[in-house]
């Protein structure tokens, strides 16, 4: 029988008498009272997480903000800000995981949730004791972890134990406004069976499968427009709730920009030499990176850019091209769908089509509708080109970022896959009616490479 828990507070300071129910050995808090918000936090992660461990086979983690997804990773190596930043190098598995995740945006992660669906032990636990973090939520802890995370806010650090066995029911309901909303929860989870090459050459789509999938993921679960671009097993950016698609990609472009600004090797150099409290110390990088004009959009694995909902015009494609986005994700169904795969040609574009659908309920947002739509996503990649060292010297150090020419060493490919269905709280704003989605004559290749995910990026 489900039991009742007392929350500190419920969506504001001001709703009192907030609670929340859960069956007996599926969410225990070990420490500190949870808000109505980390909660939707943690159960919003906890499914990301879940997901993507299914697909990935390994530890994930995810930092969880307003309930929307800051990051999404698995374990691999850890960016040259966070290492510099925090003085690490190695880490074990579910720290460089958090670590990967919360990096997509250090300064929006200032009191994040994190979610790992696997262990924490002495050395995350320890490494969240140094960050502005409202609460974690594992599927398992130390007793190490515990003693440590039990001192940290004087006490009150929320610490919740989620069990990584638990299986919901088929049925979930909400509601809103006196209304309740009743449906078939959404199980799909991505898969390769879900993706098949369309246009051009598969060997970069066989290369960003694992991150085909993580993007997927990452949009079931993120409130739409949505945009993640993402590279070597993690997101870089995460663009969520806006209501306009070249906005949302604009914002995830700009986002990934500033990722690749602190990488810079001054930016690693000042934040490693700086004292003072961490949360300074970000801010005051952030602040010099904004300064750097030579800045080096490459890195090591194809970057990808996602959309969960259809690219309505080419503009999309365009802004994508100027940060040396190799792949770009979306679902068909746009009215102007041959200007959109024109503009992708003009930058060498494969296309490709999945049986997957990103369409999930963010469960933190109040107000949102669930769609379950089979829609074809489009997804365009670059082929990377093997320029000289002097080239790409001279495309890692443009003079400015701001011009039209940010990134021009790399072409693009265009794919196209079935949406994901989102969950019930992402999508109660979302599905407009009227459209069915078309599909494209002709046929494509089968993609069915491993599901391994790629353990490093830049």
Known sequence: MPSDHALRYGANPHQKHATFAAPLGVIDVLNGEPSYTNLLDILTGWQLT????????????????????????????????????????????????YLRARSSDWSAAYGDVAV????????????????????VA?????????????????????VVKINKHYVPPAQESRDIFGIRLVQRRNDHVPSAADFEVVVGSEETARRSLSDLLLAAVAMKYTVSNNIVVASGGRTLSISAGQQSRILSTKLACFKFEQFMRLQHGKIAGLVGSSRGKLTDRVAHAVE???????????????????SDGFIPFKDNVEEASRYGVELICEPRGALRSGDVERAAADHGAFERRTAIS???SNVGSSSKPQRFARRLRRIVTTKPSTPSSAARQARCRAPSLTSSARY??????????????????????????????RRSPGGGVAVRPSLGMPACDR
């Open 50 to 97: 879940r997901d993507l461990s299914v697909v990935a086979g390994t530890v994930t983690a995810a930092s969880m903000k307003h309930c929307v997804p800051i990051g999404l990773a698995i374990p691999g190596r850890i960016d040259t800000f966070s290492r510099a930043l925090l003085g690490i190098d190695q880490a074990e598995p579910a720290t460089s995981a």
């Open 358 to 360: 990103t369409t999930d």
């Open 116 to 135: 790992i669906f696997g262990e924490v032990g002495k050395e995350l636990a320890s490494v969240l004791a140094r960050l502005v973090s409202d609460g």
């Open 138 to 158: 594992a599927t398992g802890y130390t007793d190490e972890a515990l003693r440590i995370l039990g001192k940290k806010r004087g006490g009150r650090y929320l």
């Open 288 to 306: 010099q990176a904004n300064a750097i004009n030579d800045v080096c959009l490459a890195l090591e694995t194809p970057v990808l850019l996602a």
């Open 408 to 437: 021009s060493g790399r072409r693009m490919r265009l794919c196209r896959m079935h949406e994901v269905p989102k969950s019930i709280a992402t999508l109660e704003h979302e599905y407009s009616g009227g459209q069915r989605a």
